[in-house]
């Protein structure tokens, strides 16, 4: 383990790794000051850019984006109040009330402070319980895998949203993309319709570009065309600046943000929880330490931030373990563990270990990254949101053609990722959650391989699924995750009728 430890040192304070982090802390911190932007798509845009870098400074370049996106949406949240992403949700409340009291620089201050301190708790969480549990999963075989994975798979409900079918339905088709393309045993064609692009297959890549990128590029432009243009007209903000808590509201804050970051960091190594849910559970601890909460108090503002950078590690907690993505932005970086030759999973610290540490320490040195560039840069992110967004969709669309094409050099993988976007719009259009099929896409060759693997080892009998006691405990709990929401209606009107009777 020390020697691991020294050589992923040595990898990660190479100066272009350092360089790369910086780059990748910067654009997620820019992406995600900008309502409307998310670092998932700054995360798309980035991955078709690392392919001739080696594969640590790509995969923290995607780190650095993740943890500065994570960080970055409360300076929207706080001045705007409208959160940058989805996590910054629970932010806006008492953050946007001590920006009108004049107090924003305070709660920029307690946020960066929150943010890091809940991301290297994660972080530590991380380090100490990846390496055990990749070593028991290591001996997982093909029927573990493959049950494994479906597990994984299972979590679509969790990332369905509130309409079920729907998330259900994105899954499958999702899966049947996975079946386009060459048999890999066989080596026949399958769905290609005679189109030479298609054999193949429907690249993750391309198609998750077009799901990420492409939608919120139309619905810019679209909004552009009927308003006239979307520049914001809030007044100048060039004299906010951060202010860091004091010493004695660290300390009052101490045990609260340690709370908060477990929560985050917990649920974030649940597959399809992630960062709203984290920060919400994680604001109603702070109601509880101070019922002032949502009038303007750094609680509301620290434990919220401190929950979801919580979840970065927790996240990463599945996808280098298991091999299953926490939430859409690790689904998004297990693409790019693949394409650099990286496959997350057990053996990923036994043949990898030295790039695993490497990775860990990148995570701290980004942390440290966006602490100080948020803190010193807080001016420059803040005129950011000024920037017309219909010219950064002009470049994003640009990058993404250029992105998709680079990956194969295959023109098919372009009109693939024009469908996907389409597809992606009307699906948002019509409430359809984009991540289930993303992670059926992702997943889905695994569970194939996995399948055939199993089958040939016990000449074509199912009965190696039931025999092996942990693949039969994961295929169980995956048919329990899947029907439980669909018996909990049933049950609770049972309930109430039961209650209503003995009443």
């Given at each position: ?72 949406g409360s300076i929207s949240a706080i001045l705007l109040g409208i959160p940058g992403t989805p996590s910054a949700a629970a932010t806006v409340i008492d ?409």
């Amino acid at each position: 383990m020390l020697d691991y430890l020294v050589q992923g040192l040595t990898i990660a304070l190479s100066f272009q790794n350092l360089l790369f982090m910086l780059f990748g802390t910067v654009l997620g911190l820019v992406f995600a000051a900008i309502p409307g932007l998310t670092f998932s798509t700054a995360l798309i845009l980035l991955i078709p850019l690392t392919f001739g870098l080696e594969a640590v400074p790509a995969i923290s370049v995607l780190l650095g984006v993740y943890a500065g996106g994570m960080s970055g949406g409360s300076i929207s949240a706080i001045l705007l109040g409208i959160p940058g992403t989805p996590s910054a949700a629970a932010t806006v409340i008492d953050g946007y009330a001590m920006a009108k009291k004049g107090e924003a620089g305070k709660a920029l201050g307690m946020a960066v402070y929150a943010s890091v301190f809940g991301g290297i708790f994660s972080l530590l969480v991380l380090m100490l319980v990846a390496p055990q549990l990749a070593s028991v999963a290591i001996k997982f075989g093909p029927p573990e895998i493959f049950a494994l994975v479906v597990f994984g798979l299972s979590t679509i409900v969790s990332l369905s949203g509130t309409d079920i079918v729907k998330g259900l339905l994105a899954g499958l088709f999702g899966l049947l993309l996975c079946t386009v393309g060459l048999d890999p045993v066989m080596g026949l064609q399958r769905y290609t319709f005679g189109q030479a692009g298609l054999m193949v297959g429907i690249g993750i890549m391309p198609v998750m570009i077009g799901m990420f990128a492409l939608p919120e590029i139309i619905d810019t432009f679209l909004r552009a065309k009927k308003n006239q243009g979307l520049k914001q007209e809030e007044p100048k903000r060039d004299k906010v600046k951060a202010a860091f808590p004091s010493f004695k509201e660290m300390g009052k804050t101490f045990f609260l943000l340690i709370k908060s970051a477990a929560i985050g960091t917990g649920l974030g190594a649940i597959p399809g929880t992630g960062g709203p849910v984290a920060s919400f559970l994680a604001y109603d601890q702070a109601k509880r330490t101070n019922p002032l909460s949502g009038t303007g108090t750094i609680e509301g503002v620290g434990a919220p931030e401190s929950a979801n950078n919580g979840v970065t590690g927790g996240a990463l907690i599945p996808l280098l373990t298991l091999g299953i993505p926490g939430d859409s932005a690790t689904a998004i970086m297990l693409g790019a563990f693949l394409i650099h030759g990286l496959a997350p999973g057990p053996l990923l610290f036994q043949n990898y270990g030295d790039l695993v540490y490497a990775i860990f320490i990148s995570i701290l040195i980004i942390y440290i990254m966006v602490l100080v560039i948020q803190f010193y840069g807080i001016r420059l992110f803040v005129k950011v949101l000024d920037f017309p967004k219909v010219n950064l969709m002009v470049v994003i669309l640009a990058v993404s053609v250029i992105g998709a094409f680079a990956i194969n050099l295959n023109f098919s993988d372009v009109i693939i990722m024009f469908f996907s976007g389409v597809l992606g719009y009307l699906m948002k259009r019509f409430d359809f959650p984009v991540t289930p099929l993303i992670l059926a896409l992702v997943l889905g060759y695994s569970i194939e391989d996995n399948f055939r693997k199993s089958l040939v080892f016990s000449g074509g009998s199912l009965d190696i699924f039931i025999k092996k006691p942990v693949s039969l405990v994961f295929l169980t709990l995956a048919m329990i995750i899947l029907v439980a929401p669909f018996l909990r209606p049933w049950l609770e009107k049972r309930f109430r009728l039961k209650k209503k009777a003995l009443s």
